[in-house]
């Protein structure tokens, strides 16, 4: 396995006769169509053609892989995606104040049974999403602090776990009043005790912390310590600091990243912990005016068909060990920051070097295949 960073005048055949590589499937893996265009500094995972025929075995690692999708994933992508999985946390049910679930506006049953014929466990992911698609907190207010409701809820998400075939339980609630701080933890403990008699595990989302005391709506409710040992499982949501309204950056930097793991290592033990990972980045226009400028979501194989189209040369930050690129349309500069098989080999040395339990992707709607390839060549 070596990963290749594109020079001036390279060709997919150069790079294939320079370095050995398997033509087919350098093209195959890295998801590259005809006529094969390739952009200076993008990145390329070249394997051997044996190596490349080898069907990823999640049952046989030491290190378990997820991810998020929301129930109308393409099924093209949810086949291809669902052999490097043992886990597929389907986007989301919400809930009302008195504690009735609200299911997805889409079918979730199809990709649920899906994952089971593959082997991979299907899991509820509950949020407490308003109608407007926002996280409310005042809806987990009226939760954590009602048995009833609670009482309520708990048997709504077993009769619709059991109905549909879901195994397991993760509970992804942001912007937690710091006044809720003590009782969102004791929900996710009785969450746990009584969904664990029926064999179901439970695991929550974290957002990205990396003190006690951090301060901010994100993290002042969230009890790392109190959450790890209430919950079967964590996952760190360790992306988003380059984000839609944000300033120009990488959406997970590695060093950020490393801040919250060591943080959460001193409060979690590491055998529980998953280390969240985005599948996506943002394309910014310039100059970047907060509060006005907004960035789209593109996919990382998008990025860098965005890259060659517009001629640009991608760079690599060493800080942040994420690839960028500027590009011009219509007289507008654009920065884009994504992610790439070096972005990705930065995270799961990580995952590695602590000894992490695995992975968590958010989301898999967008296929990136060489980032799957990685993964299975790493985990073990």
Known sequence: MEIYTVRSGDTVDSIAARTGADLASLLQVNQLEYPYRLAVGQSLLLLSAEETAKDPDPSGSLRSSGGYAYPFISQDVLEETLPYLNELSLFSYGFTAEGALIPPASDDETAAREALLHGVTPTLTLTPLDGSGHFNNNLVSSLVHSPSVQLALLRNLAAAMAEKGYLALNIDFEYILAEDRDAFTAFVKRTTDLLNQFEYTVTVALAPKNADDQPGTLYEGIDYAGLGAAANGVLLMTYEWGYSYGPPMAV???????????????????????????????????????????????????????????????????????????????????????????????????????GLKGIGIWQLMRLFRAGWVLWEKMRQ
């Open 252 to 354: 997970a930097p590695i060093n950020q990243v490393r801040r919250v793991v060591e943080y959460a290592l001193t409060r979690i033990p590491a055998e529980k912990i998953s280390l969240g990972i985005p599948n996506y980045g943002y394309d910014w226009p310039l100059p970047y005016v907060r509060g006005t400028t907004k960035a789209s979501t593109l996919g990382n194989v998008e990025a860098v068909q965005t890259a060659v189209f517009y001629g640009a040369e991608i760079q690599f930050d060493e800080t942040a060990q994420s690839p960028f690129f500027d590009y011009w349309q219509y007289g507008i500069r654009h920065q884009v920051w994504f992610e790439d098989v070096r972005s990705y080999q930065a995270k799961f040395s990580l995952v590695r070097e602590y």
